[in-house]
């Protein structure tokens, strides 16, 4: 054993974020960005990058390929678990014709996108687009490479380049027998114009895409090795903790600093906006220590007073309201309920959810009147940096974002930055100096991103032979488009509070054809702040849909998936997937003794998706979800294992809000603090998942988010086929499910 | 001063007496691998051994933890991540975002070194860590490969 006396903060050098392939690249990127300074120091060292000499050159933005051969993929999207640095650098390779066993790849910055004329496209990853919005650029980023690198090639043996092939990052004149690789060709082709004319393969010739493959950045997390955004380490770097005006919209009235100013390591204490007040202290420990001590007192301004009952009227208004917007309407629904037979209706509701990243929020940031660099997890660095300079009072040129692996997003670390807003204000308190901002998970609780908090009345005319003649959906609630993105509401609504209703479109599309029909939507917008939460507005539609689909079906004598099937006509991708898990779960034999069955499909994401979803639940009112069959037909499948390992990890994100999750408002604040009051789920409840993945072509959706939609309505259907209770106001956890 | 064995090495730290191990390991000794996701022994990611057994180093004090006792972090597993649990995540690309899986591994290797062959039940019982991005149904297969492979009571 060896003693280590180092005296006692002189932390270990912690292991670099940056794969060393970034070293060439930040050089290289510096000069084409006109030379500026990147500042890029590695964590614990100190030391800024140096141009190294002989790095090679890129060959087109997109690729840079070694002399030992090592490819390197430059990824714009971000990585949050989801695989999407994996798909991207699959496809890029693909094109490329390079060995899989050597691609690496690395993050571009969005100030080299800024600067390069957004060459690598938009930064944004969220609603399940990274790879199906950027699939093209990134293709043809790949394949323009492996042009260049044949031209070299070919121009160095005196051949023209439609002789030569490329395989496996081997080029070869078969001609003449002669072969070369990428690597001793990479720095010719750099000095060539782009190819003009780019073809793409046939996805049917694929061999890199498209297959099973491991991911890229599994190793170190395996070892601890994986720097997150937390993880952080600068040299000469403070910590800050912070507290934020429990309600939305109060402010900062006084706070005492004197009180805690001599506390161990402190070093200051400021307000952060009008809103916030924050401790920078040598160690984040000592930071939140101090913060905890320090009296605040708030001016908890107008929603004070707002309590979840408070919102919950609201809405109920809303269900009845004259006014609302129209999202899809065909026929005549009120004279179709008039005419009915039978009449079915029905209210649900769905509560607020915090996004819960494993990670909490966090930035470190560096500010100078100057310049100011920022280093976050985001799954938008573009929008970050353009969070920074804001708050920096500087223009995005004398800013910089780094993009810091995520520990979990799922539409958190997007739309909106407030946590790197906060991350600048501190630093600006202390020049020069950088700050690393961590969110305690108390923090984080109660300052999310919202999912939206929505009611929805459906009201359904049935013939008298059972059949669907009419649909009314009024849905009263929230817009997140409205709280944070007012610039893409059209004409005052909300497309995306429609996700899965569309009645056309390659997005989300309702799947039903239903003769009568109106959804609409009475915007309520409470004060605590919605957001983009894995799924979107998907997640309530399908339960409001598809729950109530099997009520109907119920209501009308009929098998709820033949009652589906008979709508389905014109729908024939959304129907294979309902088909496919029917049969895999062996819908039309008996389940076991004392398991119930239920079902549910719907389209979102660009992607068709189906659940059906085996139960049991105990005489003590014990919910156990035994199975559950999901089937996706997002176009492409880009890496079949890493879909069926996105649809299990969404249905227990889904199932984990459709049966514990509640933020619940009182005095104006979300009362849920920790994992201990927001309960999720974990391993004892984990039930089997097994995926079909049935990709039909010519479209591209997503596989992130679609299936997440459909096992809550799957498992709530089967709940009810087990206990004869309707469960509607979620979570599940509000429903007594003892039998009587 | 606080003395600490962490991974075979002895370590002299300046923190404050109710300091959480966690933030020792984090912050004093930058040993990162360890994780901060609740704070209050719920979610598990800043497992820990302390003389072979997992506990949540959010919640021990770094006061109330000995000189002698050994404590292992996910740096100290093995050397080249090469404990069965390790080889066994790797074959089932177990991680998501990755930021649950320094403690789930610490969990894991931890009830294989008790019980080397533990049933489903038992796996799903002990193992209560959060993880969310839902790599659970992995983390279970990872455990009964780890298990398989006759090594699991090793470290
Ligand atoms: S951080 Fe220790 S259990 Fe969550
Ligand atoms: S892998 Fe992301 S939280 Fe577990």
């Known amino acids: 054993m060896s003693i280590d006396t180092r005296p006692g903060s002189a932390p270990a050098p912690a292991p670099s974020p940056v794969r060393p392939s970034r070293r060439g690249f930040l050089a290289g990127a510096a000069a084409a960005a006109g030379g500026f300074s990147l500042g890029f120091h590695l964590p614990g060292t100190g030391e800024a990058i140096a141009a190294p000499a002989g790095a090679a050159p890129e060959v087109n933005a997109w690729v840079v390929v070694r002399p030992d051969e090592t490819v390197v993929i430059r990824i714009a999207r971000s990585e949050m678990g989801q695989g999407t640095l994996t798909g991207l650098a699959q496809l890029a390779a693909e094109e490329l014709g390079c060995d899989w066993a050597r691609v690496t790849t690395e993050y571009p910055t969005p100030g080299q996108n800024l600067a390069r004329a957004r060459v690598w496209g938009d930064f944004s990853t969220g609603g399940s687009r990274g790879i199906r919005e950027s699939h093209e650029l990134v293709r043809k980023g790949g394949a323009a490479a492996r042009m260049m690198l044949i031209e070299a090639a070919a121009q160095g043996w005196g051949v023209p380049a439609s002789s ?5 990052g081997v080029i070869t004149h078969a001609e003449s027998g002669r072969t070369t690789t990428y690597g001793s060709v990479a720095a010719e082709a750099a000095k060539l114009p782009p190819p003009k004319d780019v073809v793409l393969k046939d996805p049917k010739d694929w061999t890199i895409a498209g297959q099973p493959l491991k991911r890229l950045d599994t190793r170190p997390k395996l070892d601890g090795s994986q720097i997150y955004g937390m993880d952080l380490s600068l040299p000469g770097m403070l910590n800050a903790a ?6 939305t919209g109060g402010t900062v009235k006084s706070f005492e600093a004197e009180a805690v100013s ?69 026929g005549d629904v009120e004279a179709a309920l008039k005419g009915a037979e039978r009449v079915v209706e029905a209210v649900y509701s769905v509560p607020f959810q915090n996004h819960a990243t494993m990670e909490p929020m966090n930035a470190t940031a560096r500010w100078t009147p100057e310049r100011c660099e920022v280093w976050t997890p985001t799954q938008n660095g573009e929008a970050a940096l353009a969070a920074t300079a804001e708050a920096a009072g500087l223009s995005a040129a004398k800013c910089e974002v780094y993009k810091i692996h995520l520990g979990g997003g799922f539409g958190r670390r997007g739309a909106t930055h407030d946590w790197v807003r906060q991350a600048v204000l501190i630093a600006k308190e202390m020049p020069d100096t950088p700050i690393k901002l961590i969110w305690t998970r108390e ?9 939206p908090i929505t009611q929805c009345r459906l009201r359904a005319a049935l013939d008298r032979n059972g059949d669907l003649t009419g649909l009314h959906m009024r849905i009263s609630g929230q817009s997140i488009l409205a709280a944070i993105m007012p610039q893409r509401m059209v004409n005052g609504r909300d497309p995306v509070t429609f996700q899965g209703l569309n009645p056309s479109g390659p997005e989300a599309t309702l799947g039903y054809a239903i003769p009568n029909i109106l959804v609409d939507h009475a915007m309520r917008n409470p004060h605590i702040i ?19 689909m099997d009520e109907l079906a119920h209501a009308a004598g009929q098998d709820p998936l033949a009652f589906r099937r008979k709508l389905m006509a014109n729908h024939p991708k959304h129907r294979a997937v309902l088909d496919a898990v029917a049969d895999k779960i062996g819908w039309s034999t008996k389940p076991p003794e004392g398991v119930a069955r239920g079902i549910a499909q719907m389209m979102g994401f660009g992607s068709y998706v189906a659940a ?36 299990a990890g969404s249905f227990v994100y889904g199932l984990s809000a459709a049966l514990h999750g509640a933020c619940t408002v009182k005095d104006g604040r979300i009362e849920q603090t920790n994992f201990d009051t927001y309960p999720v789920m974990r391993l004892d409840e984990m039930p089997a998942v097994e995926t079909i993945i049935m990709p039909s072509g010519g479209f591209w959706g997503g596989v992130g988010e679609p299936t997440i939609a459909v096992a809550a309505p799957a498992v709530l259907n089967a709940v009810f086929a087990a206990t004869g209770k309707r469960v509607r106001d979620l979570p599940l956890a509000n429903t007594d499910l003892r039998r009587a | 001063m606080v003395r600490l064995n962490v991974n075979g090495t002895l370590r002299e730290v300046e923190a404050e007496p109710d300091t959480p191990l966690l933030w020792v390991l984090r912050e004093q000794i930058g040993l990162t691998g360890t994780k901060y996701g609740c704070g209050i022994a719920q979610c598990g990611a800043c497992t820990v051994h302390l003389d072979g ?15 002698e006792q050994k404590i292992v972090t996910i740096e100290g597993l093995s050397a080249g991540a090469d404990h069965p649990v390790q080889k066994a995540w790797a074959a089932l690309d177990v991680p998501q975002c990755g930021f649950c899986q320094s403690g789930m ?6 009830l294989l070194a008790q019980n080397p062959h533990p049933s489903e039940s038992e796996i799903r019982a002990e193992i209560t860590n959060i993880c969310r991005c839902g790599t659970y149904n992995r983390v279970l297969a990872g455990i009964q490969r780890a298990a398989e492979s006759g090594q699991g009571s090793r470290g």
Not at chain 1, 277 to 301: C, N, Q, S, Y
Not at chain 1, 306 to 314: F, L, P, T
Not at chain 2, 61 to 66: D, F, G, L, Q
């Open chain 1, 164 to 168: 030569c092939r490329a395989e496996k």
């Open chain 1, 242 to 247: 912070i507290r934020d005006c429990p309600v």
């Open chain 1, 262 to 330: 001599g506390m161990p390591g402190v070093k200051r204490v400021v307000q952060v906006g009008e809103t916030g007040v924050a401790v920078i202290a040598d160690t984040f420990w000592r930071a939140k220590t101090a913060l905890d001590a320090l009296p605040i007192v708030w001016d908890e301004g107008p929603n004070a007073g707002v309590s979840s009952a408070s919102i919950a009227a609201v809405l109920r208004e809303g269900l009845d309201a004259p006014e609302a917007y129209i999202g899809n309407k065909a």
């Open chain 1, 443 to 451: 923090e984080d609780m109660t300052h999310g991103r919202y999912h």
């Open chain 1, 530 to 548: 919605p957001g983009f939460w894995r799924g979107v507005n998907m997640n309530p539609n399908a339960i409001y849909l598809e729950c109530f």
């Open chain 1, 612 to 647: 059906a979803a085996e139960v049991s639940v105990s005489p003590d009112g014990k919910l156990k979800v035994h199975r559950i069959v999901a089937a996706t037909d997002p176009g492409y499948a880009l890496n079949p294992q890493q879909i069926d390992a996105q649809i």
């Open chain 2, 53 to 67: 057994t997992a506990v949540r180093s959010c919640s021990v004090p770094v006061s109330a933890v000995a000189a």
């Open chain 2, 105 to 110: 591994i610490m969990a894991s290797a931890a």
